[in-house]
């Protein structure tokens, strides 16, 4: 099963590419921060019932921002960073340039963060706080290291 959502996160940009080749460099900007905003706002619902356990548990709930997580994982959202869109061109970013000069690294983030995202996605259905609370933050720890290598202040 690792093996298909690896090659379903490698494959899927390059089936992508005739979409993105139409959209605008704004319109990849915003698209992207769209679907990471997205992303956050669902792990917002498992961090506070997981981790701070400010929240009550709520299979249904849990469950759907869980795979909200994983479907932004394994979208493909590598087709939406163009070189135009971590220039001086590109508005409203805080994307490094040096993300182009560290392909290999982005790739290893972007794989880490969809099987992360995926087994956030098995666990979840157990109901199992403890793990949740150490899966969900193996997903944040990937969003951290691309933030940290590739996000400006």
């Not at 319109?27 to 917002?44: C, H, L, M, P, V």
């Not at 929240?55 to 087709?79: K, L």
């Not at 403890?130 to 899966?135: K, L, Y």
Request: charged letters at 25%; aromatic letters at 8%; hydrophobic letters at 45%.
């Amino acid at each position: 099963m690792k093996k298909i959502a690896i090659l379903a996160a490698l494959m899927t940009p390059l089936m992508a590419l005739p979409v993105v080749a139409e959209m605008s460099v704004e319109d990849q900007i915003e698209t992207r921060q769209s679907a990471y905003q997205f992303a956050a706002w669902n792990g917002k619902k498992i961090k506070a019932w997981a981790i701070e356990g400010s929240e009550e548990y709520s299979e249904q709930d849990i469950i759907a921002a869980a795979n909200a997580i994983a479907a932004v994982a394994n979208s493909g959202m590598g087709t939406l960073f163009s070189r135009d869109s971590a220039n001086d061109r590109a508005e409203n970013t805080r994307l490094k340039p040096n993300f182009f000069n560290e392909l290999d690294n982005v790739k290893k983030i972007a794989v880490s963060f969809a099987q992360e995202s995926t087994e956030l996605q098995k666990i979840v259905a157990d109901g199992d706080r403890t793990a949740v609370a150490e899966q969900f933050n193996k997903v944040v720890d990937t969003c951290k290291s691309c933030h940290d290598n590739y996000r400006a202040d």
